[in-house]
T-cell receptor, first 114, second 115 residues
Framework: KAGVTQTPRYLIKTRGQQVTLSCSPI?????VSWYQQTPGQGLQFLFE???????NKGNFPGRFSGRQFSNSRSEMNVSTLELGDSALYLC?????????????FGSGTRLTVV | DQQVKQNSPSLSVQEGRISILNCDYT??????FLWYKKYPAEGPTFLIS?????DKNEDGRFTVFLNKSAKHLSLHIVPSQPGDSAVYFC??????????????FGKGTKLSVIP
């Protein structure tokens, strides 16, 4: 059973640019959540998508957005990049209905903004 | 306002001894708690969880204890092995509506098991 796949693994962008990260969940999983990990803040929740609808959102500015496709794959977009957006972005998938045992995380996309 | 706190950024333990990782929380709405383990360049992997209706859950070498009155949980690893060296994250969840379960994470504790 394939795990959660995130692409690309590494990315370097310049301030002001925008970036799109991709996440393919485990087959059959309908929920995809995104987290940002930084050394000082740990993992912080960005948003969750379930059946192509955003059903939960963290406390991040509107520059951070996402979407989910009919095959449950999800993308996250960050516009007008700032240096502080440099982080590891983690995607996690779960069945979506009784995900209380936690998610399955991907290996993440390391974004560096210069 | 940090709702889940792991006050020890790091912990060193001798191989074979017990590792105890601690976590405190402030939100009374949290009703499910999880521990994740993370190696560098990998995503966190689920380790063990506990519902708020229990005070202990055990899985092999790993035991999680929950003290609701103190809003405190701990992860015990016995015996500790060098392969346990990783960053451990405590996470808590409360139902967010529409069936969603958002996880709130602590900042992690880096465990080093010394051979």
């Amino acid at each position: 059973k394939a795990g959660v796949t995130q692409t690309p693994r590494y990315l370097i962008k310049t301030r002001g640019q925008q970036v799109t990260l991709s996440c393919s969940p485990i087959s059959g999983h309908r929920s995809v959540s995104w987290y940002q990990q930084t050394p000082g803040q740990g993992l912080q929740f960005l948003f969750e998508y379930f059946s192509e609808t955003q059903r939960n959102k963290g406390n991040f500015p509107g520059r951070f957005s996402g979407r989910q496709f009919s095959n449950s794959r999800s993308e996250m977009n960050v516009s007008t990049l700032e240096l502080g957006d440099s982080a590891l972005y983690l995607c996690a998938s779960s069945p979506g209905d009784r995900g209380r045992r936690g998610y399955t995380f991907g290996s993440g996309t390391r974004l560096t903004v210069v | 306002d940090q709702q889940v706190k792991q006050n020890s950024p790091s912990l060193s333990v001798q191989e074979g001894r017990i590792s105890i990782l601690n976590c405190d929380y402030t939100n009374s709405m949290f009703d499910y708690f999880l521990w994740y383990k993370k190696y560098p360049a990998e995503g966190p992997t689920f380790l063990i969880s506990i519902s708020s209706i229990k005070d202990k859950n055990e899985d092999g070498r790993f035991t999680v204890f929950l003290n609701k009155s103190a809003k405190h949980l701990s992860l015990h690893i016995v015996p500790s092995q060098p392969g346990d060296s990783a960053v451990y994250f405590c996470a808590a969840s409360a139902r967010s509506g529409a069936g969603s379960y958002q996880l709130t994470f602590g900042k992690g504790t880096k465990l080093s098991v010394i051979p």
